[in-house]
């Protein structure tokens, strides 16, 4: 593990897991060889999820909602909104799926580790 600042000016939101989303490595899986990994994600105006059910194979996830919400469903808990300073912990594999986000959305997510497979449903 190594001591590392992400500038947000240095660092640019480019495509990822989702196309409707943009995201921002925050350099954490650099610093920590992979281990862990966190992003600010935002979403595309006019781009939403389509609800796909689906879950991923890893250790750890957390979402914080920086600014606007987002509608999730988890197989089992519920349909929950979150919404700004809102925070979930996603158990691993946990079945999942994102209903609908507000064109504002901007989250944090931290994972364990940085890279994991996504599977649908």
Do not use: C
């Not at 593990?1 to 947000?8: R, T």
């Not at 989303?21 to 935002?42: C, H, M, P, Q, W």
């Not at 919400?69 to 919404?83: C, M, N, S």
């Amino acid at each position: 593990m190594k001591f590392k600042v992400s500038k947000a000016k240095e660092n640019s939101f480019e495509s990822g897991l989702r196309g409707f989303f943009a995201y921002r490595n925050l350099g954490t899986a650099e610093a920590t060889s992979g281990d862990f990994g966190a992003n600010v994600i935002k979403a595309i105006p006019g781009k939403h999820a389509k609800g796909d059910w689906h879950y991923h194979k890893l250790e750890f996830q957390m979402v914080y909602i920086l600014r606007g919400w987002v509608k999730f469903e988890y197989e089992g808990e519920g349909t929950f909104t979150l919404q700004q300073g809102d925070t979930v912990y996603q158990p691993p594999e946990i079945h999942h799926r994102e209903i609908d986000h507000s064109e504002d959305l901007e989250l944090i997510e931290i994972t364990k580790p940085a890279n994991f497979e996504t599977v649908s449903i």
